[in-house]
Each structure stands twice: as C-alpha cells, then as structure tokens.
C-alpha cells in the first residue's frame, strides 16, 4: 500500500518551505488512497527541543493535515539503531575513526566543502591504546568493506519519480564515493541522521519518500545503506523547494515566513494552497 511521511526535526519553527514539503507528501497520499506518516526526528538531542515539536503538531494540523497515531519519535528508539551499527560492526563494515574536526579540515579554507572522508581501523593495540585514553570517536562506514559486501556498487540504484537539483530523474545509479566514509554515529550526535531514516522507512512501510530536492544526495547514501542493511527500497520524489520573493528559499531564519507568523497574521491554509500552487 502508497505510504509516505513528513519527517520533520524539531529545531525550529515550520515556515512555507516545510508546508509546501508536507502538503505534497500529504495530498500524494490523499490521492493514492494511501497512508500519511508523521515521523519526528529528535536525535540531535542538542537541537530538539520540546516547544518546537509542540508547535510542528499543531502548525501541521491547522494545515489541515491528519497523520497516522502513535506518532513515531526517534529519540525512543536509539537503541533499535545502535543495534544496526552494532550489526554492521560484527560484518566489518564499521570502524572506530578518532580524528577530530580540527584534524579533518587541516589545510581546508574556510569557504571549501569538506573532503569527504576515506579512512580505515587503527592497528588492535593503537586503537586500545586510545580507547583507554578515553578518547572520543566516531563509528564511520567504510566504503572499502562496503563495496566487497556488496561484490560493487554497479548495481545499486533507485527510482526518481521527481527530480534532483540537476533535473536527474528516472533510474538513478548510486555514487556512494562521492560522500566518502559517513559517520554512523559519535559522541556529540548518537546516532547519524541517514541510519535512522532508513531504518524508519523500513519500518514504517514507507513505500514513496516525498521530500525537498535538497535531499537528493542523501538518497545516494540512504539506497547504500538500504542494501547492507537488507531493507526495501522506496521510490523517491525529490520536489523543487519554494523560494521567497527573494529568489531565496524559505530557510528557519526567516521568522516572518514560519506557519506561526503567518497564522497570527491572517493567513488561512487555502490561501496558503494557492499561493504554492496545491
Ligand atoms: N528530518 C529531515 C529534515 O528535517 C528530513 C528527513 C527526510 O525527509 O528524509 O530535513
């Protein structure tokens, strides 16, 4: 059965972009006699807060939304992921990685994008060593160990029914390469971002992940994941994301343009509609 979700972090209020975001999924849902998922994703516990979820509830159904209950929260379920790197360690396909950020970006000026990261375990007793110094680490999938599970990544694909930022649409071939081997999880930030929504879509059957264009990368790395893993794969629909007046889109700075602001200020959820073209 059609199942997509709106998966919002509480970090800030909901403004025009997260609307256009949910409404889509929400009315493809409607459409397609399907079912609707609300997902929060709380796991970057030093940017969730509690009022901010409180307020995407209820911005969200003043939209005119409605959503499966319970609503799934993924801070409850840390340990479900945590078991899934501890899974993919047994196979080899993690490693300890101590490198700090200041490490990392040696020799990087400030305006260029990080390198993404290949690296590889420590020798037993070097890594012990550190271990015992009390050093903080991350758990990093290794690419290498990756693509011998996975005998190469040639065949790994997924379905674009929407479109990339480039237009890229259809059968889209897998370049995990180009993120390098992504943290899994580390001190600060329990668990990465990508593991838990794909274990989430997993689990919550979500058959079309309808989501902003500016996510389109992270299906690379979430369809590789899916593989080692052993999860089904959803059809993707990466849409266009709204830009103000501006020609700027629609970010959590943009106090006048949250769901609240505009409420408090007249706006009905019809209008709202309109004016994005749903
Ligand atoms: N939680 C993510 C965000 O707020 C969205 C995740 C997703 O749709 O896959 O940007």
């Not at 970090?11 to 972009?17: A, P, V």
Request: some cysteine; glycine content about 10%.
């Amino acid at each position: 059965m059609f199942a997509t979700r709106f998966a919002p972090s509480p970090t800030g209020y909901l403004h025009r972009g997260h609307a256009f975001s949910a409404l889509t999924a929400f009315d493809a849902a409607r459409r397609a006699g399907g079912r609707f998922v609300l997902r929060i994703e709380d796991i970057d516990a030093t940017r969730s807060r509690p009022e901010y979820e409180a307020a995407i509830l209820e911005d969200l159904a003043w939209l005119g939304l409605e959503w499966e209950q319970p609503v799934r929260r993924q801070s409850q379920h840390l340990a479900d992921y945590h078991a899934a790197i501890d899974a993919l360690r047994e196979r080899g396909l993690v490693y300890r990685c101590f490198k700090t950020r200041k490490e990392l970006d040696i020799g990087r000026a400030p305006h260029e994008p990080a390198v993404p990261y290949r690296g590889a375990p420590l020798a037993a007793d070097e890594e012990a060593e550190r271990l015992a110094r009390g050093e903080a680490f991350a758990w990093r999938l290794s690419l290498d160990a990756a693509k011998r599970a996975l005998g190469g990544f040639s065949g790994l694909a997924f379905v674009e029914e929407g479109a990339g930022p480039n237009g890229e649409t259809g059968l889209i071939a897998v370049r995990p390469e180009t993120a390098g081997d992504i943290v899994l999880a580390r001190k600060d930030v329990g668990v990465a971002y990508h593991l838990a929504v794909v274990l989430d879509d997993a689990l919550q059957g979500i058959t079309h992940v309808i989501r902003g264009e500016d996510l389109f990368e992270a299906a690379h790395i979430q369809r590789l994941l899916q593989a080692l893993l052993g999860l089904p794969t959803p059809t993707y629909r990466h849409h266009g994301l709204l830009v103000g007046p501006d020609g700027r889109r629609y970010a959590k700075r943009d106090k006048a343009q949250t769901l609240r602001e505009l409420r408090a200020a007249g706006m009905t959820p019809d209008v709202l509609r309109a004016e994005m073209g749903l």
